[in-house]
């Protein structure tokens, strides 16, 4: 292992980076899941991921404004002309709080590499860019019915405060990404509390978008600006990013919407655990596809299968937790493997479909183990 204590300078976030919680990826942190071992159904704020397409701006609440605009409002075709809204309006409107799973659509990029031969461009993530929270907001359907929303509008994109993104010397502008009608109207929130706390810098501070069961990048951070459309509106970030490139996909890419089926071992990576003794090893499984329905664990190099017993608690929620017991039979290296199955009956394959830039990786994890 590398990890030293990183230099604050050395990275875009606010908020302490406790190696023992987060590690650094490109300068993004990835939550480690060895602390995740017996924590609760969310995790805690100081171990949730943090991706940052530059860095985590420092909002003044006292100025800071929600902007909606756009030719799907009644009088407000234009920037100059938004209706605005400020904290403290969102905060008199009624709140809601509900537990969303939040994901990148890259996480699980680096088993592209090591486990097929695949290496693509971007964070290598290992399996820890996804977090459950509890996040508290006002729903977005209710913001925008008071900012005079039509029938007409399609389409709603809301921008970050952010600096603005360049990358190979172009600059892509704010870091924004459409969301349909339908969805925006369903269960998007304006979130400003994360985990009952006034949500943090590092996860958009003042206030973020939060879109149930879609990869991360829709959820919006320090969002400013909302643009409603009564024609479809596009970004880089459902043109150029988050689309599924390379053989085998459509030649202008498949948009990726929702996280596929993934699994994680609540152990440190290369564990070292003692032979003959029985352990209990736990874990989490989730999918975009709805709730989880069974985890098969492989403690033989995926010779043999049995069932994870599944933490009742956890019945039709974002994520699923697991326990299993094992006996390490004799010293030696092993990889230990889960393998999810949703309410779809989609499980995870040995290898997932690769593609140009490395995402929704949803193939079986050989996390190796070294028994002593
Ligand atoms: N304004 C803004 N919003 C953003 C991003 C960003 O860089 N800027 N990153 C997105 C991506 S790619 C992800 S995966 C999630 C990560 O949310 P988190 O940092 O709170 O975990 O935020 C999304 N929202
Ligand atoms: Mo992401």
Known sequence: MTLSLPSRAATTIAKPLSPRLLTLRDGNAEMR?????????????????VRNHTRSPLLDVDTWRLRLFGTGLRGAPSRNDAVEFDYGDLRAMPAEETAVLLECAGNG????????????????????????????????????RHAGLTDDAVDVQP???DPDFVTGGVNL????????????LDDVLLAYEMNGETLPVDHGFPVRVVVPGWIGVASIKWVGPIEVSATPLSS???????????????VDGRLVTTPVVKSAFELPWDVRVPSG???????????????????????????????????????????????????????????????????????QPGRARPNALGYLFDGVVRHPVTVY
């Open 277 to 347: 003794e029985q352990l209990m090893i736990a874990g989490r499984s989730w999918s975009g596809n709805g709730p989880i329905r069974a985890v098969d664990i492989s403690t033989d190099d995926g010779v043999t299968w049995q069932p994870a017993d599944l933490h009742p608690d956890d019945e039709g929620g974002v994520w699923q937790r697991w326990t299993t017991l094992w006996r390490p039979p004799r010293p030696g290296r092993f990889t230990v493997r889960a393998r999810a199955t949703d309410v779809t009956g989609t499980s």
């Open 33 to 49: 899941w060895e602390a995740m071992a017996s924590q609760g159904f969310t995790v805690p704020t100081d171990r949730f991921f």
């Open 109 to 144: 990029r680096r088993f592209f590499a090591s486990q097929q031969t695949h290496p693509t461009p971007g964070a290598p993530w290992g399996l820890g860019a996804v977090g459950v929270a509890r996040w508290r907001g006002v729903r977005l359907s209710t913001v925008l």
């Open 236 to 250: 880089a970030w459902n043109t150029r990013f988050y689309r599924m490139f390379g053989p085998g996909h459509p």
């Open 173 to 184: 502008g704010r870091v924004r990404r459409p969301i349909p009608i339908a969805k925006a």
């Open 159 to 161: 921008e970050g405060l």
